[in-house]
């Protein structure tokens, strides 16, 4: 009896290990997916923060004392809310955040900068006392360049003061008791400490270009027999000299083979940036639909004349085109949608939690709203995290990203 259990339990671990190994999702980091070796890090920020419900004096300074407060993690909602949290039962007011950490003396002289991918409401964030950035929004990343005022070897401390009262300076600008979804506040998403070198990529949120910064995709022609992509990145350089180097791309299918490479010659003077744009031209293309989700991963590397690796990441890209046509309705790809399109409104709100949703709820919700048959999701009235969005270019699911403040429209 003891060896058939035994027999019978090893059995359910293997099973639960083999589930377990089939499928894990793949989580972006600040908009990005991390390569070894590039010089470019991501370090999760999320533990070990202290946070107080309420105003508070004092609190930025340094030395204020706040071990009577909270010790919580991000992604933070505030508070547990009910099942049924309709009626504006939720928080709104200050809340702050402190968080103590030690900066590596190693990455002295390099470029860090702190990612907050959405504190709701109006904020502000301290870094050792000094006032660093204010934010005026509840949906995009608040983005802080930490580089100089980091005490490398040694204690630093973080203050974020959050802010989701009913105040028309943030969008959408209306108060909550006449809105259709809540303000639900804190810092409510993932916080990351990004590195790199001081040649980089940079990040569309942060350069505030219009139609600029980053890496940014679109498609020409698209076909299975032959598409066109457009790549346009954004370089910086703020070292003491001017660069000169290449920017690579390294297209992959599914099965990590390069099918398209390029290497683009540039030179980048000090405290300047340059866009390069290219054109690849693919044959035998894998086009992207709900059914057939395929994704090609985009290597973007930065190299010097020394041919060594500055910066780099990779992206995941779906080719596809999407047109609608007067009297024919949707068409995907070059060819009529051959079914109705079923769609639904989706807020980025669970139960108990607020919006405070680990990646993983993120991906479940998109894993469920696929399988129960529906093909598009309107991002009920605003830009959501980007696991969700993660989740569903790669479940296969159309997205409408709405920005908040469409009732001024």
Known sequence: MKKILLTLFVAFFAFLTYAAAAYQPHF????????????RNAYSMNPAWRMHKGHVDGAENVSFDDSSWKLTSLPDGIEKLPMEA?????YQGEVWYRKHFNADAAWKGQRLVLYFEAIMGKSKVWVNGKLMKQHFGGFLPVIVDVSNILKYGEDNVITVMADNSDDPSYPPGKAQDVLDFTYAGGIYRDCWLIKTNKVFITDANEENHIAGGGVFVSYGKVSEELSEINIKTMLKNIAGSNFKGSLVYELQDANRTVVWSKNLKTSISHQKSSTLSTKATLKDVQLWTPDHPYLYRLNIYVKNQQNKIVDGY????GIRSLEFKAGDGFWLNGKPYPEPLIGANRHQDF???GNALSNSL???DAKKLKDTGLRVIRNAHYPQDPAFMDACDELGLFVIE???GWQFW
């Not at 972006?28 to 010089?39: K, L, M, P, R, V």
Request: overall charge positive; glycine content about 14%; hydrophobic content about 40%.
């Open 28 to 39: 972006s980091t600040a908009g990005f997916f991390e390569i070894a070796g590039t010089g």
């Open 86 to 90: 309709s009626g504006c039962v939720n």
């Open 314 to 317: 990779y992206i995941r890209i």
């Open 351 to 353: 139960a108990i939690v």
């Open 362 to 364: 993120h991906w479940r």
């Open 402 to 404: 709405n920005t908040p």
